[in-house]
């Protein structure tokens, strides 16, 4: 990276150098020019990306959003449909600057030998510019940056479904691999319990059945592994989907700290926010209402410029000419081929069978349902925030009592392993408690990877996923 800035400054300076000499050597080193000029480019698209991230090492949450941001489909076209109204609020705005038109033409017919005699071709310079058309231009281009606004939100809500997919996926890849590790357990045990069944059978405490039961256990448990396996290869795909990368390619994911932080403590943080609060931070964050809004103002711009078309439309133009032929074959005077005129046109529409009543009209009621809309969207985000609030309470509920049955399975466990061992309790009764821990363990997994997926759903609903 140093010795391509280095290259990049020197190729820069004297490729400066040279320009700022260029007329002294009369043009004789623009060839020269032109290579450097070529080289500094391939120089520049060279040098690496500062913020380049490392595929092949473990992805924290944050990479992967930064990655889905910049290569999803979605944000790409976020992006491409930004930058086409942003051209056409440019086009809006031309409407007030003058227009320059060149006009040429070249003739000749049974009246008009071929050749180039002055009647044969023509030339010339138009400029026009609109001084005052009624207020058309001041609603187009209002309307343009209106639509520009709405299309701002659009993507910033784009950008916060973005931002839901990946985490909703990360943590889907995390509680996969848990659940690999608590099977992986649980089947090490398995095995573990068959070959101590075999052994007590050869000692004779117990009969051949009970092998094939603690076998067949065996196989429930591998069975389980394997299929949580098979989970976490199809997380790991969707991962890299959400991304816009190949979903072939392998991505890993950093170390769940919160996660072995919970273990560690054995709490989790609570929702402290009224549930109202949280409502009231969506009606005043959700960017779709900020779409909507730029939406009504926009129609409401329509509904303007329906309604000047009602009106006589009073029009002031400038008009400049410039006979270029004329004057380069003469080359006389410049005023004696130019030419100016200005002018006031009046139009109004007498009769049009009502199609520009009609147009008002369907604009009105077009603009009356949106504002139902609104309506409608403030009723569903308040019910959106209060299922995505109830549900985060109960997933904080069900991680306490998920941890409960774990502390209490372990506890079973133990006592009837050690009864077990001293032949005090039959096999069924080890494999049934051990049955139960394993569920105990997988269940406070998917409890604890549901209240985190609740709490990201929640600040989706309020509009403030960042």
Aim: aromatic fraction near 8%; charged fraction near 25%; include cysteine.
């Amino acid at each position: 990276m140093i010795h391509g800035k280095i290259k990049f400054t020197v190729l820069s300076k004297l490729t400066t150098f040279l320009k700022e000499r260029r007329a002294n050597f009369q043009n004789a080193l623009l060839p020269v020019i032109i290579i450097l000029q070529f080289a500094l480019v391939l120089s520049v698209d060279a040098q690496e990306p500062a913020n380049e991230i490392d595929l092949s090492q473990p992805l924290t949450l944050e990479q992967c959003i930064q990655i889905g941001l910049e290569k999803s489909t979605s944000m790409r076209n976020a992006r491409l449909n930004l930058a086409m109204q942003e051209l056409r609020v440019k086009n809006a705005r031309s409407g007030y600057f003058p227009q320059i038109f060149s006009t040429g033409n070249y003739d000749f017919s049974d009246r008009l030998d071929f050749g180039f005699e002055p009647e044969n071709y023509n030339l010339g310079l138009r400029g026009v510019y609109t001084i005052w058309d009624n207020g058309q231009r001041e609603g187009s281009f209002a309307q343009a940056k209106e639509n520009l606004t709405a299309t701002v939100s659009r993507n910033e809500r784009t950008k916060q479904d973005i931002i839901l997919d990946i985490t909703v996926a990360y943590y889907d890849v995390l509680k996969r691999q848990e659940l690999v590790t608590v099977s992986e357990q649980i089947f090490a045990r398995s095995e573990e319990n068959t070959q101590r069944t075999k052994d007590f059978v050869e000692a004779g405490t117990l009969i051949p059945a009970d092998v094939a039961t603690a076998e067949v256990r065996e196989a429930n448990d591998e069975l389980s592994l394997i299929n949580n396996v098979n989970a976490l290869q199809i997380a790991q795909a969707t991962l890299p989907r959400l991304l816009g990368l190949d979903p072939g390619q392998l991505l890993t994911v950093s170390l769940d700290e919160s996660y072995q932080l919970y273990q560690n403590r054995g709490t989790i943080e609570r929702i402290e926010m009224p549930i109202e609060e949280a409502i009231q931070i969506a009606l005043n964050s959700r960017p779709e209402f900020e779409e909507r809004q730029a939406q009504l103002r926009s129609q409401e711009w329509s509904l303007t410029l329906a309604r000047l078309q009602r009106w006589p439309r009073l029009n002031a133009d400038v008009d400049y000419n410039v006979n270029l032929d004329d004057y380069l074959r003469e080359r006389e005077n410049f005023s004696d081929f130019r030419s100016w005129s200005a002018g006031v046109s009046l139009n109004f529409t007498l009769f049009d069978a009502g199609v520009l009543g009609n147009r008002v009209k369907e604009i009105k009621m077009q603009l009356e349902q949106s504002r139902e809309n609104v309506s409608d969207l403030e009723r569903s985000v308040a019910l959106a925030v209060r299922q995505a609030y109830l549900t985060l309470e109960r997933s904080e509920i069900v991680v306490d009592i998920s941890k409960k049955q774990v502390n209490n399975a372990k506890l079973s466990l133990d006592v009837i392993q050690g009864r077990f061992d001293v032949g005090k309790a039959i096999l069924l009764e080890l494999l049934d408690a051990q049955t139960s821990y394993a569920q105990a363990l997988t269940n406070e997994v998917n409890a604890f990877y549901d209240y985190k997926i609740a709490q990201i759903r929640l600040q989706d609903a309020m509009g403030v996923l960042q």
